[in-house]
């Protein structure tokens, strides 16, 4: 079983930075992408920014420019640099990773336990 540990999470005042990580507990065989989502109460779980095996990204357009999704310097891990911190992206922030954990399984995702990312003066 692959668990997924999110750790960098806290509080921050505006304009600030924080850096996520993300690493997994075992290795996992294949991985089509990783990324980072955040929920904040009472919204939905939303895409923060992804990126590929091939190395393509993708970002919220509330977070373009300010907040950069790097692979790890292992091949599990991802990192999220967070920027210009706004109080709307106060949120839980969660890991994901798609992939094949065991050669022969199916394809599937991944999450982490979530950490709590506050931005507030």
């Known amino acids: 079983q692959v668990q997924l540990v999110e750790s960098g999470g806290g509080l921050v005042q505006p304009g600030g930075s924080l850096r996520l990580s993300c690493a997994a507990s075992r290795s996992i065989f294949s991985i089509y992408a990783m990324g980072w989502y955040r929920q904040a109460p009472g919204k939905e779980r939303e895409l923060v920014a992804g990126?590929?095996?091939?190395?393509?990204?993708t970002y919220a357009d509330s977070v373009k420019g300010r907040f950069t999704i790097h692979r790890g310097s292992a091949k599990n891990m991802v990192d999220l640099q967070m920027n210009s911190l706004k109080p709307e992206d106060t949120a839980v922030y969660y890991c994901n990773v798609n992939g094949i954990a065991v050669a022969g399984l199916p394809p599937r995702d991944y999450w982490g336990q979530g950490t709590q990312v506050t931005v507030s003066s």
């Open positions: 990126i590929t095996s091939g190395g393509r990204t």
